[in-house]
């Protein structure tokens, strides 16, 4: 799903945001670095200290092991290139010689194509152990034969090509297995997640929509989801589970572009099968660590699952910068980015502390 509303992101992303406008992003570092640890915090054992030798969970994808296929990403030459489909971005089907396929999306000035934003979400996600996001890694093609197949598409102007005549991106493991939307979810799902049912305005829904109902205007999303029948009062066993991770990690991300229209930006592995985590492009937003719509998107959150406060407490920054400082077109994120998601570790891990005060136990899903 891609519509172009990121224009009004700042706008409807107002409310609660900083009060302070942030300092201009400085230009991507070249080389690690380790910024000075906060204040003491119980949440905060382990944020910052010296690299481990290993990560805390291996990279893992749907619970299988995937570095045969992450290495054959990395370095296998390509044998056929086919133009994307569907999107607002400019992207590309690329099938390599091994056979294995990926799905590139290069560097460009669209101001929601973060390609490195595919990139860390893959690591930020095998670090938490969730292993939902399809395998990513950072890799640079030619351009020319790319630009060949594009033809007159007329994104070609925002592909940002390097002096060399190369263009980075994100390239992404290709999944042969369909990828619905997940249709079943109905509306009225946010009760699943919440102990206090449902909401009057849900802040899952698009920037501008969420910012037009404050404002008393009739939504799209309205529209969009009247044939949608009312979902069901109870989720099927491991739902709620499933969309509260979901929350969280896109909140970690600060991936605003998940939650819309027919809610094709959810997706699950075949019928019936776990939700993937796809589609991550629209997330760490160069100069903000906080956004007032993906706050709102928190504190609607009311239940979680204990394996992930659990993951989330083991957090460790440094064995996350060792995964993003091991991908071929490291460094990935500026030192202000990779700060940026341990406030957002923060501030889920105290919205967990403030919900279990006021609900006890009823926040926990099993």
């Known amino acids: 799903m891609r519509r172009p509303f990121f224009f009004a992101l700042a706008a409807a992303c107002a409310p609660d945001a900083p009060p302070a406008e942030p300092p201009e992003e400085p230009p991507p570092r070249t080389s690690p670095g380790t ?46 290139v086919e133009e994307g489909f569907g999107g607002r971005t400019l ?4 099938t390599l010689v091994d056979g294995r396929a990926g799905y590139f999306k290069p560097a460009q000035s669209f101001s929601a ?24 890694v950072g890799r640079r093609f030619p351009w020319r034969p790319l630009r060949r197949v594009a033809g ?12 060399d005549g190369t263009v980075a991106g994100a390239f992404i493991g290709w999944l042969e297995a369909r990828l619905p939307p997940w249709d079943a979810l109905g509306r009225g799902w946010e009760k699943w997640v919440r102990v206090q049912g449902g909401m009057l305005i849900t802040p899952y829904q698009r920037p501008i929509d969420w910012r037009g109902r404050i404002n008393g205007r009739r939504s799209f999303e309205e529209t969009e989801l009247a044939g949608f029948a009312e979902c069901p009062e109870e989720p099927e066993p491991g739902w709620a589970g499933e969309l509260s991770d979901l929350i969280v990690f896109d909140y970690l991300i600060s991936n605003v572009d998940r939650w819309g229209g027919e809610y094709t930006n959810v997706r699950r592995h075949g019928r019936g099968g776990p939700l993937i985590y796809l589609d991550n492009g629209a997330g760490f937003w160069p100069g903000q660590q906080r956004l007032g719509l993906m706050d709102a998107r928190l504190e609607a959150l009311q239940r979680f699952r204990r394996e992930t406060v659990e993951a989330l407490e083991g957090f460790e920054r440094a064995r996350f910068e060792a995964r993003l400082d091991a991908d071929p077109l490291a460094p990935v994120l500026s030192e202000r980015q990779r700060a940026g998601v341990e406030e957002r570790r923060r501030a889920v891990l105290r919205h967990v502390r403030a919900m279990q005060r006021a609900h006890g136990d009823a926040i926990w899903l099993e």
């Open 91 to 94: 992207a590309f089907k690329i």
């Open 35 to 80: 910024l000075a640890a906060p204040p003491v915090d119980p949440l905060d054992a382990g944020a910052v200290g010296p690299e481990p030798e290993r990560p805390r969970f291996p990279s893992r994808f749907l619970g299988e092991d995937d570095e045969a296929w992450r290495r054959s990403l990395r370095q296998t030459p390509f044998a056929r």
């Open 152 to 163: 007159e598409d007329p994104r070609v102007s925002e592909v940002e090509v390097d002096e």
């Open 113 to 136: 194509a973060h390609w490195y934003s595919e990139v860390a979400a893959h690591y930020l996600d095998r670090e938490l152990g969730f292993g939902r996001v399809p395998p990513v």
